[in-house]
């Protein structure tokens, strides 16, 4: 393994993409970040010390990882080995070991292993390296766009210290395409080349971050654009506009999660304005509608309930719609069921009916149905069983409401539901406490038996 994995010969140079001809090289030229290899902080720290530990650096693509873990690679007295996870197995990482502690052995020279895409590895894969990494064999610096907490195995989590890179401003990422026009060694500063202001921010806007994502428009935009009259190249918002589209977000497990559970807080939180704009953007980041609607239709239970009992059929309606018809169309449909979950008045009083229903079914003794409530459907049920005696038909009674128990014996002073004063369950409250205060008609006066 060559210890400068890096560099590249003249002639190789010269078909590189400009995103890699213009990697930063020191730390003084590396963009962004500040957060983590700012002046004093410990990762720069480490690094000018030549002592990082195994590190994983995560983050969106084009904000530098792979760049700052190829300054580490020109700055230390270490070996640096780069592998990639989709095309390296068991067998390579053995060889890379047995490598880096023969290094140790003979010259005392420590290996870093820098590790591409390093949540594809497998567990097993994972498992091979730990005690190179106990032992201190090698500096292990994974690089992926996943949360590694979430993405990777916990055992190699563990060892690591965790870097979290962020996307860069629009401000860091015109700086990177100025460098770019200006740099005559690795860019196009001997090029006469001319750009407008609207098209630096054109390009530095849409990039949403990602550096590299800008220089690959940017040398579209160069290499593609004749020259005018006077011999220059003129990047205009128009020539911009055709060197970059419009990015897909990009949306990996963490962000995915996180952004939906923004979207389903926004529901509960009743601001359909933060609902919609999460459920667009998911949308848009390519996030299957069933999944969001799912969620509306759970709220519309979780969070609304009985207060607008019209939200859960309205948000079903979503989902109706949706198999019906299909996107586009039925984002209206979905729209307006975002829209009824959050401005209807809100209530957790089903949740906790629920839980509170299982939490006594895990408990509850194994007794018989009470006699009144048992089933009288077969023959001989009633006449030689007993079943259905006492049992009150409720239609026979004012208001269609009769006294009885209904309840399992055990459960008897149980209560499950209690509605809130919000909406639709202000209803069901007040008709409960008259119920509870006894109605005229409605005691245990007997009636006429009737079968269920």
């Known amino acids: 393994m060559s210890v400068d994995l890096f560099s590249f010969s003249g002639n190789e140079d010269s078909h590189r993409p400009l995103a890699d001809r213009m990697r930063p090289r020191t730390l003084e030229e590396f963009i962004g970040q500040t957060h983590i290899v700012g002046k004093g902080t410990l990762l720069r720290r480490a ?40 095309t390296s197995g068991v067998g390579e990482v053995r060889d890379v070991i047995a490598q880096a502690r023969d290094r140790i052995r003979l010259y005392g020279q420590s290996t870093y292993l820098l590790l591409d895409e390093c949540h594809r590895w497998s ?38 210290r965790l870097f979290q890179f962020r996307s860069l401003s629009q401000e860091d990422v015109k700086r990177a395409v100025l460098q770019a026009l200006s740099d005559k060694e690795r860019g196009f500063g001997s090029l006469p080349v001319d750009m407008d202001e609207a098209a630096l921010d054109h390009i530095s806007s849409i990039a949403n971050g990602d550096a590299r994502n800008a220089l690959n428009a940017l040398e579209l935009a160069v290499l593609t654009t004749p020259k005018d009259e006077n011999g220059r190249i003129h990047i205009d918002l128009s020539v911009a506009e055709q060197s970059i589209q419009q990015q897909v977000l990009a949306l990996d497990e963490s962000y995915y999660y996180d952004m939906l559970s923004a979207f389903c807080k926004s529901l509960r939180g009743s601001d359909s304005d933060a609902a919609l704009a999460w459920f667009a953007r998911m949308v848009h980041g390519g996030v299957d509608p069933r999944i969001i609607v799912r ?29 019906a018809i299909g996107m586009p169309e039925a984002s209206l449909s979905i729209t307006q069921a975002i829209i009824m979950v959050c401005e209807s008045p809100k209530s957790n009083s089903v949740v906790l009916a629920r839980d509170a229903a299982f939490a006594y079914a895990e408990r509850a003794r194994n007794i018989q149905v009470p006699v009144h409530l048992r089933d009288t459907s077969y023959k001989g049920a009633g006449s030689r069983l007993g079943a259905g005696k006492g049992y009150k038909y409720a239609h026979d009674y004012p208001g269609h409401w009769v006294k009885q128990q209904y309840l399992p014996d055990d459960a008897l002073d ?16 007040r008709t409960r406490q008259e119920r509870q205060g006894g109605a005229p008609g409605n005691d245990d006066t007997q009636t006429e038996q009737k079968k269920e």
């Open 47 to 86: 690094i000018e010390a030549d002592r990082l530990t195994s590190s994983i650096f995560f983050g969106p693509p084009g904000v530098g990882k792979t760049t700052l873990a190829s300054i580490i690679a020109n700055t230390t007295s270490s070996a640096f080995v780069k592998l990639n996870a989709v």
């Open 414 to 429: 149980e209560r499950f539901y209690e509605p809130t004063e919000m909406g639709f369950e202000a209803r069901i409250r």
């Open 295 to 323: 969620r509306v239709i759970a709220h519309a239970s979780e969070d609304v309930g009985l207060a607008n009992p019209q939200a859960m059929l309205t948000a079903v309606a979503a989902w109706q719609a949706l198999d």
């Open 123 to 160: 567990k097993a894969q994972s498992d091979s390296i730990l005690p190179a990494i106990e032992q201190g064999s090698i500096r292990f610096i994974g690089s992926t766009t996943e949360n590694p907490v979430i993405a990777m195995t916990p055992a190699i989590v563990s060892r690591c």
